[in-house]
């Protein structure tokens, strides 16, 4: 198993070693990552929730180390969590539900033999 809590560790300074070579592109992001949060309709316990969701989705193993951590913190229960994740998972299911749908109208539109 991952030790989540070195590799967050390890992760969060390769990004700040990233962030000094690219500091515009960090600042951007962190415009939008402040943006987010000033929007204000859902509270951030919902934003950690979303954010592990997206993170199972995007395969992101940075952002589950981080993410777990800021929900731990809010006080997300596990049960919070494996809802979340429930909807990351249909999700995905569905996705690949749709692209097969996808596969076979590529069939279909094959030159017929």
């Given at each position: 198993m991952q030790?989540?809590?070195?590799?967050?560790?390890?992760?969060?300074?390769q990004i700040a070693d990233y962030a000094a070579l690219a500091p515009d592109t960090m600042s951007g992001l962190s415009a939008m990552?402040?943006?987010t949060s000033k929007i204000g309709k859902l509270?951030?316990?919902v934003h950690e929730l979303i954010a592990l969701a997206v993170a199972v989705?995007?395969?992101?193993?940075g952002c589950?180390?981080?993410?777990?951590?800021?929900a731990s913190e809010l006080g997300v229960s596990r049960e919070e969590i494996?809802?979340?994740?429930?909807?990351a998972i249909t999700l995905n299911a569905g996705a690949a539900l749709t692209y097969s749908?996808?596969?076979?109208?590529?069939?279909?539109?094959?030159p017929k033999r």
């Open positions: 030790d989540w809590n070195n590799y967050r560790i390890s992760i969060l300074k990552d402040a943006g509270d951030a316990k989705t995007t395969r992101c193993d589950i180390a981080v993410h777990a951590k800021k494996a809802e979340a994740l429930s909807v749908a996808r596969v076979l109208e590529a069939v279909d539109n094959l």
